[in-house]
């Protein structure tokens, strides 16, 4: 079993930054790879980055390529979401999730946390 608790939501105005925290519980947490996925109001779950087991693999969705960076510390059961030059679009709860297959898809994946909301104002 594994629980995630996301953090580090909040407002921000277009052009800004934020980071995001997902603090896992279990000693396992380095056999897992990460994910973010994000859902915005009216709109399905959509993947956000993914993150492998090691750290020295992500992966991003094309609309936040370039602009978000995921990392992890082992040491510390904790996967970060770094989102600079933050768009108004990037309005949405952000979810931490976890799951040991790299190419498992929303409808797959073991773990979620409960979100974490990220406003953008224009």
């Known amino acids: 079993q594994v629980q995630l608790l996301e953090s580090g939501g909040g407002l921000e105005q277009a052009g800004g930054s934020l980071r995001l925290s997902c603090a896992a519980s279990?000693?396992?947490?380095?056999?897992?790879?990460m994910f973010w996925f994000r859902q915005a109001p009216g709109k399905e779950r959509e993947f956000v980055a993914r993150?492998?087991?090691?750290?020295?693999?992500?992966d991003y969705a094309d609309s936040v390529k370039g602009r978000f960076t995921i990392s992890r510390d082992n040491a510390k059961s904790t996967v970060y979401l770094q989102m600079n030059s933050l768009k108004p679009e990037d309005t949405a709860v952000y979810y931490c999730?976890?799951?040991?297959?790299?190419?498992?898809?929303?409808?797959?994946?073991?773990?979620w946390g409960k979100g974490t909301l990220v406003t953008v104002s224009s």
């Open positions: 999730a976890a799951d040991r297959n790299w190419s498992s898809s929303r409808a797959s994946i073991d773990y």
């Open positions: 279990g000693r396992t947490f380095s056999s897992y790879v």
């Open positions: 993150i492998d087991r090691s750290g020295s693999s992500q």
